[in-house]
């Protein structure tokens, strides 16, 4: 399995497929190509036993692609967050174990790519936040609910504050606290677990420990996103975030 897109890497050795977001330049955001590639790989995929996700570069994933934000309408956006949810879901139910391994900045619907995952591996550098909230998006809640506990994730969307891999850990988020060189180990070692049960099995039990909520989850999305003003929010929202920046680099 490869992919023509130089922003997303796919390769497949014996029983493992990893997927590798590869545009650190912007910091490995979820532009459309990338959300569209991991959703054909994921669809096509020819029975692995796992697969792992990481980031090129400083960050795993800064979140959503505002790059093109500008010429894009509400329903383009909306239609953009509906895709992610899609992702979000076949990661979520993947028929065979997903490993997310992160470092540096793991922001909005870059967390929530990371919380969709089986195992959830951070180095201690690490810092997670999830902002959609500012703007009155839906995307990923229920998820990380079920993930971490309502009064775990209500303490991190309450005011959407920044939290380190160790508290992300305490949380129930971050399932390991690694540094870069331990991944390959670990994934020999995630490997062997993810191949414990026979295929069936394996497949079986993932489905029925996975709720079935997509239906209710993609509907707050397009309930959140779909109320009129989303691009002005987020907008807003940015130049609030730029705003901050500039005056702690003042601070500074």
Not at 168 to 186: C, H, K, N, P, Y
Request: glycine letters at 8%; charged letters at 25%.
């Amino acid at each position: 399995m490869q992919s023509s897109n130089p922003n997303l890497i796919i390769e497949q050795q014996d029983d493992v497929i990893s997927f590798t977001l590869n545009n650190p330049a912007k910091g490995n955001c979820l532009s459309p190509d990338i959300v569209e590639g991991l959703i054909d790989a994921l669809e096509g995929a020819q029975n692995p036993r796992m697969a792992t996700i990481r980031g090129n570069g400083k960050h795993f994933c800064t979140g959503f692609d505002l790059s093109d934000i500008e010429d894009l309408s509400d329903g383009d956006l909306l239609w953009r967050f509906v895709r992610i949810e899609i992702l979000l879901q076949k990661v979520h139910k993947s028929p065979f174990p997903i490993v997310a391994f992160a470092q540096g900045q793991v922001v909005g619907a870059g967390a929530d790519l990371f919380t969709s995952c089986w195992r959830r591996v951070a180095t201690a550098g690490a810092r997670f936040r999830m902002p959609g909230w500012n703007f009155e998006l839906a995307l990923g809640t229920r998820r990380l609910q079920q993930t971490i506990g309502t009064d775990n994730a209500r303490e991190m969307l309450i005011d959407t504050r920044s939290v380190s891999a160790i508290e992300a850990r305490d949380f129930g988020l971050v399932t390991d606290i690694a540094e870069s060189e331990q991944w390959s180990g670990m994934t020999s070692t995630l490997k062997d677990r993810a191949c414990a049960l026979p295929p069936f099995a394996s497949r079986e039990m993932l489905r029925l420990t996975s709720p079935d909520t997509d239906d209710l989850d993609l509907a707050a999305v397009v309930r959140t996103s779909g109320r009129p003003g989303l691009k002005k929010r987020i907008l807003d929202y940015r130049e609030l975030a730029q705003r901050k920046a500039r005056e702690r680099r003042n601070l500074s």
